[in-house]
């Protein structure tokens, strides 16, 4: 019945949309029509369209911003259906990997102008882009994830973070500082289920313990002794010394909770830093510290690489107004005017090597090294100390993975709240994934 | 079920007098274009194997996302959280309003003002009841239900993670109780006041009053807020979204849900298709069953 209603909207929608659709004016001005998310730099980046629009008078620009997820639903289904309704779509890097440029649905970067300066774009970023060496789309911001930590409650306590944190010493810490009756948390850690929400987390956590999604023969491998004990850790820790509610704590609630001073740790994006840092955002903004993210057995796959970028999907009519703003978008003069306009800790990070030789960033931005060196050390292609089939640190880049992590990251939620126990939670995990890769037909 | 009317009615009902044609035919047109071929289209999608992402393997595969959805066992989770939530909303939300009804019907001050204000949880948006739910009430740290828990010497409970069913039936029940006090109000108002001094003087106390006369009264709009209700619940799918993603584990994973997931998150049309049929059958079942016990027991005894 849901089916239903969604088709009813989607024709209403379209219905609609071909009623709305403008006229071409005398002008002979192109409007093309981004998609992308709700995310603080991306609404900088609308903010700033009139800027790119006075520079080509001749295009038009009109934004549709939606969350992570019904915007990944939304171009998800304009794109495989060839619908054609988005001239540029923002994408991650598990798009472009899992399918996305293979299937020839994003039109290729072969040639970038010699004044966008293709070389200053971070290579590990580039490289995730990119299929069988072309570039598919082209990175707005890139992260990797990391420590945060509260110094003051670290001082108060006469203990000190090292730059390289071990996930023993971060238990000790939090076992230390965690006071629930003053509404300090020792640590705080995504729980929300979801393969981009607690499992890009537990991933890294997992790969860090030594373990591995699938088997060189793709065999999930999820009841493997590896996630036992980095689940079991998991679980401990945040029943232990996390906050209350935290199967409902994603990204956004984390950094809220941090922000508002009640956690003493925290372990996700770097993208993070600029708001805690920021005081019209932050309670905490003097006393937030960086580190590493913590590391157990290895320290491959320990931090994430992600980057959101933007590609022109094939359907699209408008490619070079498209191209246009692509390039603006993501340009060196870009980067400078938000840094100008917005403040330098709001400047879209991770992408070009010039951000990071730019005084004034390095500057406002107390983390932006630690940033660059995170992402230069993540190596999607050595996510764990035992080698893989996929390519992708908290994630494999397959389509067939949204469904598996996400139904993983249920299960452990689950365990997490105890509804089960670990084993359960696990057992039920790796049926639920050997069921979905049979029937893709990648094991028998 | 004899008594109902209908099917003599439309034997008169000659269709082949070209006015009548050209009266239903738009109707009929409606029907098709918004019920059968979205239907239709389930049914074609349900027998083959397509994944959106996935180029390779497409192709006609006869009943295999059905065999694979009956043999998972997380689509029978999602089948009895399904029954479950229906039947818990119901009861509380008939439960809740029948009460409230009857407050509502009796005089007193400001009583437009309260009952406007009663109805109201009615007007505001499921996703916007959902986050509200969330984050103002049952937010372990920043929730109202946590601030009076510490300030009684309590300790915060985490609704959603501890109780996940019991949290979406409170919301859902607050969002829908107005609905059902609305429908039973308006019953209650016509209930003929002639009848109650009749009763009183063959010596009914308040009780028998309630049990004899009001009960039997509500019996048709009851069974008529059990059918429409039980429609609208079977699909109940924003409040799930917006507060426990289905979780913790499955604890919240309803049929919608459950589609939802295999349509827009794993973009398999082809299994999301066979349970979104699953899902009509289940309706209709539900609303059989329903329709025999409410004509049983409603309509027995009463004047043929």
Not at chain 1, 49 to 78: C, G, H, M, Y
Request: aromatic letters at 12%.
């Amino acid at each position: 019945m849901l089916k239903w209603r969604l088709l009813v909207s989607f024709v209403s929608l379209a219905f609609a949309s071909s009623l709305l659709a403008p006229s071409p004016s005398p002008a002979q001005a192109t409007t093309i029509t981004i998609a992308t998310v709700n995310n603080p730099d991306m609404i900088i980046m609308q903010k700033l369209t009139p800027a790119f629009e006075q520079q080509n008078p001749n295009i038009k620009v009109s934004w549709v911003v939606l969350p992570e997820n019904e915007l990944r639903q939304k171009v998800t289904t304009d794109i495989s259906t060839n619908a054609g309704s988005y001239d540029v779509m923002t994408i991650g890097m598990y798009e472009v990997l899992s399918g996305w440029a293979k299937n020839g649905w994003l039109l290729p970067f072969d040639s970038l102008p010699s004044a966008y300066d293709g070389q200053d774009l971070l290579k590990p970023v580039r490289a995730g882009l990119s299929y069988k060496g072309t570039l598919y789309a082209v990175p707005f911001y890139a992260e990797s994830s990391m420590t945060y930590y509260r110094k003051d409650l670290f001082a108060a306590k006469g203990l000190t973070m090292p730059q390289r944190p071990t996930w023993t010493q971060v238990e000790a810490f939090a076992k230390a500082i965690h006071n629930p009756s003053k509404r300090t948390y020792g640590i705080c850690l995504r729980g929300l289920p979801g393969w981009g929400e607690n499992m890009a987390f537990l991933t890294t956590l997992v790969n860090t313990f030594g373990g591995r999604w699938f088997d060189e023969k793709w065999q999930p491998q999820l009841t493997s002794p590896e996630w036992k004990q980095a689940v079991g850790f998991y679980v401990n820790l945040m029943r232990n010394y996390g906050p209350p509610g935290v199967t409902s704590n994603g990204f956004t609630e984390n950094e809220t909770l941090l922000a508002n001073g009640n956690c003493a740790m925290w372990v996700d994006a770097t993208v993070a830093a600029g708001y805690l840092a920021n005081p019209q955002t932050s309670k905490v903004a003097k006393n937030v510290g960086f580190a590493y993210a913590p590391v157990a057995v290895t320290r491959n796959g320990s931090h994430w690489l992600w980057a959101w970028a933007l590609g022109i999907p094939k359907s699209t009519k408008k490619a070079d107004a498209a191209r246009a703003f692509i390039y603006w978008a993501t340009s060196k003069a870009y980067i400078n005017m938000v840094g100008e306009k917005e403040g330098w800790t709001s400047v879209p990070p991770g992408t070009r090597y010039s951000t990071y030789q730019n005084s004034a960033y390095i500057k406002a931005a107390p983390f932006a090294t630690l940033v660059e060196a995170l992402i230069n050390e993540a190596d999607p292609t050595h996510p764990t100390a035992k080698p893989v089939p996929y390519v992708g640190v908290q994630f494999a880049a397959i389509p067939e993975f949204q469904g598996i992590g996400t139904q993983t990251g249920q299960a452990i939620a689950g365990a997490l709240a105890g509804k089960m126990t670990i084993d359960q939670a696990l057992q039920q995990a790796q049926s639920n994934a050997e069921n979905v890769m049979r029937q893709a037909g990648y094991i028998k | 079920m004899t008594r109902v009317s209908a099917g003599r009615g439309l034997a008169r009902f000659d269709i082949h007098r070209p006015n009548a044609l050209l009266f239903v035919g738009p109707a009929v047109l409606v029907l098709f274009v918004w019920m059968i071929v979205p239907l239709a289209l389930s049914l074609y999608y349900s027998v083959r194997r397509y994944n959106l992402l996935v180029l390779e393997r497409r192709g006609f595969v006869g009943l295999l996302n059905y065999r694979l959805l009956l043999l998972d066992p997380t689509f029978w989770t999602a089948v009895v959280n399904t029954l479950v939530l229906v039947v818990l909303v119901l009861a509380a939300t008939i439960g809740l309003g029948l009460i409230l009804a009857l407050l509502f019907n009796r005089d007193f001050t400001a009583k437009n003002v309260a009952r406007t204000l009663a109805i109201s949880p009615f007007f505001v948006m499921p996703v916007v009841t959902a986050l509200m739910w969330k984050n103002m009430l049952f937010h372990p740290v920043f929730g109202l239900l946590a601030w009076v828990a510490q300030s009684l010497g309590g300790e915060p409970i985490d609704w959603l993670a501890t109780y996940p069913m019991l949290s979406v039936v409170a919301i859902i029940s607050w969002e829908w109780t107005p609905f059902a006090t609305l429908i039973l109000l308006t019953a209650l108002q016509s209930l003929p006041g002639d009848l109650l001094e009749a009763v009183r003087i063959d010596g009914a106390g308040r009780w028998g009053e309630f049990r004899y006369i009001v009960i039997p009264h509500l019996l048709r709009p009851i069974s008529a807020l059990l059918m429409l209700q039980t429609i609208f619940f079977l699909t109940i799918f924003a409040e799930i979204y917006a507060t426990t993603s289905g979780g913790p584990g499955l604890a919240t994973t309803t049929l919608p849900y459950f589609i939802y997931l295999k349509a827009l998150l794993q973009f398999d049309i082809g299994s999301a298709s066979a349970g979104a049929i699953f899902a009509v059958i289940l309706a209709n079942v539900v609303a059989v069953f329903l329709l025999r016990a409410i004509s049983r027991n409603i309509f027995q005894g009463e004047l043929p």
